[in-house]
């Protein structure tokens, strides 16, 4: 299977896999629904399957990309170069609110979509999660897995730290599944878009964000253990039942407000000693 499409040969280290079906590239396009004044941002644009429809619809549209070809070959775009601002930069280590100085909307919020490279795209989205106060909607292709793990409930086998941290940031929406063949070359993967919409205030209160991640982090990471055991660094057996936590149930049963009670009651007993 070739992985040239028009001209330029993908990139393995850049997790690169173009778009090249019309039908769901109108759909994407349909779903982000870009107006006009709004300020947005496309990540990783690559050869332009969304960027050159986006721009279609409006004047100004800045995209992220790391590749110099490819940020060259948009740079020289013969019909919407102009309309282009070009960060050459890695979005991980991108400051989001430096962006909007040169937005049609200095003091508006972002929009921002792309196609992910899907080896950075949960550090991505939780690199853009420390910027959702200014940010009004997010699209992004995902592996369908992780688009799965977003939108997970307690009780399911996709439930997960991921699924706690997006939702206590964001409502997450899946809106299409995409084939493999809709790339050039084809991802081994089902793919998937996602919404997600920063709430307008926090669903639960913390007292500390990092410290909700840390029990996350530890709970999960030995999901087949009762809490009791994969969160005994943090909670004694005696203080899950203070805070009407059963010591035996496991991480995945655990709703973001039971994880936000464990991170507070943490907080709270620690600044007391």
Known sequence: MSKTHLGH???????????????????????????????????????GALTDPVCEEVSKLTVVELDRDLADRLRHHPFHGTKLTIVEQDALKLDFTDLLEQ????????????????????????????????VHDMHFMLQKEVVNRLAAAPGSKSYGRL??????????????????????????????VVRLIPHSAPPVALKSVPLLEKVCAAAFNQRRKTIRNSLKDYVSEEELGQLDLSATARAETLSLADFAAIANFVAERDEVA
């Open 163 to 192: 699924s706690v941290m997006a939702q206590y940031y964001c409502t997450v929406i899946p809106v299409l599944h995409v084939p493999p063949e809709a790339f050039k070359p084809p991802p081994k993967v089902d793919s998937a």
């Open 9 to 47: 040969t993908a990139r393995k280290r850049f997790g690169q896999n173009f778009l090249h079906d019309d039908y769901v590239i109108g759909n994407i396009v349909n779903a982000i629904n870009p107006q006009e004044g709004e300020n947005l941002v496309e990540i990783g644009p690559g050869l």
């Open 103 to 134: 937005m049609p909307n200095p003091k508006g919020k972002l929009r921002v979509f792309g196609n992910l490279p899907y080896n950075i795209s949960t550090p991505l989205m939780f690199h853009l999660f420390s910027f959702s106060s200014h």
